[in-house]
């Protein structure tokens, strides 16, 4: 029995290889073709700690077509003052002012609406407010684009995990996307199923994005960015999920309850909201990537080299993950633990589903 169970965990670390064979990565050396004019788009809901980064990556960008616009929506903090006084006499930037949001639309989604009916790009890039990133970016991102006829480009930046909870559950965003999503078929297929996107850097082809609706036609949706992508492939149209850890980064968050609170409210909702999905997941992370702790802890206590074997297994297929993605390798040995956390906020975010409760973002309310 631990033979098989080394063999599926072996299984599972090549499949995690060959698999992340189909992530293109952002060009370092690129050409783009005609330099079409590039809309930077930013929403921001509080976020006064991260004005001073998101504006500095914005103005140091060196693709020379773009216009850069922010939307404050309806910030009670200092974000306002703040981005007045970092944009200072910048004329590349726009800031617009958010309107109250209309029943049925989730906050961000309603932003982003705005956002691009406020642009004039001919490609539509969509960033969070705690992104930061290098100065060929955009440029880079429109020529992998370009290369590969893509009418969107998505991908997770690497991550700053500053608090506890972030090093257990951030690592495990990469680790689900090289392990568990079919990227050849995310990438070279229009199947729905297979599709992951990442609402912190999503560029669009403008004239693909206005004939499938927009963000408007995902209005009510806390997984607007899939949904959105499975919007593109539905017309027959190209998403491309991309490597772009090298030229993005992103801090999420800065306390463990902004971490809870984060994955809550997209854990349980990104897998439709299936109980047998949610079960299915429990039964398998507690098999395969809480369980090879004790039996670690029981070789090492017994002289038995072999038991420690699955452990060492998951710690590779992680860290394999976390070097691909600009992480710190270090983290991986916490795999079991990082597995349990993913495992309890997703259990949470049922229950808190079940009992018909709401989730909390921003000072908002999602059901």
Known sequence: MLTLYIILLSCFLLWTIFNSLFLPSLPMVFSIKEKPLVSVLVPMRNEERNVKTIIASMKALSYPHVELIVLNDQSTDRTQELLEQEIA?????????????????????????????????????????????????????LSLMQHK?????????????????????VPM????VFFHLPIA??????????????????????????EIGGHAAVRGSLVEDVHIARR?????????????????????????SEVWEGFLKNSYTGIGKSPLIACGLTVFYALFYMAPLFLAVFGLAKGEVLFILPYLLTVLQQGYVLLKTQQRVLLAFLMPFQAAAMIAVLLAAMWKSWRKKT?????????
């Open 232 to 256: 593109i492939k539905a017309s027959g149209r190209k998403m491309l999920l991309a490597n772009i850890t090298k030229s993005v980064r992103c801090r999420m968050y800065e306390k463990n």
């Open 149 to 169: 006829k893509a009418a969107l480009l998505s991908g997770f930046p690497a991550f700053d995990v500053p608090p506890l909870l972030s090093k257990l559950m």
């Open 89 to 141: 006499e910048d004329s590349r930037f726009h800031i617009i002012q958010g309107k109250e949001l209309p029943d049925g639309w989730v906050g961000k989604v309603h932003a982003c609406h705005q956002l691009q009916q406020a642009a004039h790009g001919d490609y539509l890039l969509f960033a969070d407010a705690d992104i930061r990133f290098h100065s060929s970016s955009v440029g880079q991102t």
């Open 185 to 210: 078929l995310a990438n070279y297929t229009k199947m729905p199923a297979a599709t992951a996107a990442n609402g912190m850097w999503m560029m669009f082809e403008r004239k693909s994005y206005d």
């Open 173 to 176: 965003l990469h680790f689900v």
């Open 359 to 367: 989730y909390s973002w921003k000072g908002r309310q999602y059901s």
